[in-house]
């Protein structure tokens, strides 16, 4: 079973940049799409960005396309996210995700990291 650990939350002010990372502990990281999921509080948890498993193909939310920037190096294990423009209403919890499926993570992936806070004051 595979383990994801993220780090690069933090603080920052609206209009500044943050970068995300996700270690993950298995074999099989290059198999696998990777994605990031977010729940702002009272909300429900939503997706941010996947990608694929060679890195080929990447997808959105509305809410953050061109500003958050997906990638990930399969010879270290790891997918970052690089958030720039950074609003107050990104403001959440963020999650490392994969469903061990190659193109997508799905809406309902199986594999979550425990997650890391993003707070973007005004």
């Known amino acids: 079973q595979v383990q994801l650990v993220e780090s690069g939350g933090g603080l920052v002010q609206a209009g500044g940049s943050l970068r995300l990372s996700c270690a993950a502990s298995t074999r099989t990281f290059s198999s696998y799409a990777m994605g990031w999921f977010r729940q702002a509080p009272g909300k429900e948890r939503e997706f941010v960005a996947d990608i694929n498993f060679n890195g080929r193909s990447t997808h959105y939310a509305d809410s953050v396309k061109g500003r958050f920037t997906i990638s990930r190096d399969n010879s270290k294990n790891t997918v970052s996210l690089q958030m720039n423009s950074l609003k107050p209403e990104d403001t959440a919890v963020y999650y490392c995700?994969?469903?061990?499926?190659?193109?997508?993570?799905?809406?309902?992936?199986?594999?979550w990291g425990q997650g890391t806070q993003v707070t973007v004051s005004s």
């Open positions: 995700v994969t469903d061990y499926t190659p193109r997508t993570v799905g809406s309902t992936p199986g594999y």
